[in-house]
Antibody
Framework: QVTLKESGPGILQPSQTLSLTCTFS??????????VGWIRQPSGKGLEWLAN???????YYNPSLKNRLTISKDTSNNQAFLKITNVDTADTATYYCARIEPGSFDYWGQGVMVTVSS | DIQMTQSPASLSASLEEIVTITCQASQDIGNWLAWYQQKPGKSPQLLIH???SLADGIPSRFSGSRSGTQYSLKISRLQVEDTGIYYCLQRYSNPWTFGGGTKLELK
């Protein structure tokens, strides 16, 4: 059974760094072809893809967030991570992680709400 | 970036009605398209991947098709549980991009 769960700080202040963790089970990020992605959704708005990391440690980022994103993984502990630097109120959203297989995001976490506020 | 233009933005339909939602890609994306359903307060659920392949556990009343760079999601007989917001996603090239969403309600 595939499950993913996101965790994060809940609330943080502008200019801080947002650190998110995706803890998953039921698959391995060391398996050929497997990937994990991060997607966010501001309240009442649509979905925005942020970044993907693959079994071979290839990483891809949404250029709209310029160089603020860093994605990484810990294969041994079945976790993936996303850091967003220099956050502001526009980064307030629900953040999801999702498995990539066979051709898209097939399993999603429940999401974690992040609020950026001074 | 590849733009995914989704239409309509909202849709009201009756039970058992046939419903069609479309996504127009700004360039060729092959079959690298997926459809998702999202219910309030829940994470999106995969319905269709690779443009036409039904995801595991999804009812057969859902189907996907492609005509050139236009992709369609069809619900053959609308049920109460089909209400929600539908999104398309292209994964042909980075950045992956979602359509703007279609809110489907019961009439």
């Amino acid at each position: 059974q595939v499950t993913l769960k996101e965790s994060g700080p809940g609330i943080l202040q502008p200019s801080q760094t947002l650190s998110l963790t995706c803890t998953f089970s039921g698959f391995s990020l060391s398996t050929y072809g497997m990937g994990v992605g991060w997607i966010r959704q501001p309240s009442g708005k649509g979905l925005e893809w942020l970044a993907n990391i693959w079994w071979d440690d290839d990483k891809y980022y949404n250029p709209s967030l310029k160089n603020r994103l860093t994605i990484s993984k810990d294969t041994s502990n079945n976790q993936a991570f996303l850091k967003i630097t220099n956050v502001d109120t526009a980064d307030t959203a629900t953040y999801y992680c999702a498995r990539i297989e066979p051709g898209s995001f097939d399993y999603w976490g429940q999401g974690v709400m992040v609020t950026v506020s001074s | 970036d590849i733009q995914m233009t989704q239409s309509p933005a909202s849709l009201s339909a009756s039970l058992e009605e046939i419903v069609t939602i479309t996504c127009q890609a700004s360039q060729d994306i092959g079959n690298w398209l997926a459809w998702y359903q999202q219910k309030p307060g829940k994470s999106p659920q995969l319905l269709i991947h690779s443009a036409t392949s039904l995801a595991d556990g999804i009812p057969s009343r859902f189907s996907g098709s492609r005509s050139g760079t236009q992709y369609s999601l069809k619900i053959s007989r609308l049920q109460v549980e089909d209400t929600g917001i539908y999104y398309c996603l292209q994964r042909y090239s980075n950045p992956w991009t979602f359509g703007g969403g279609t809110k489907l309600e019961l009439k």
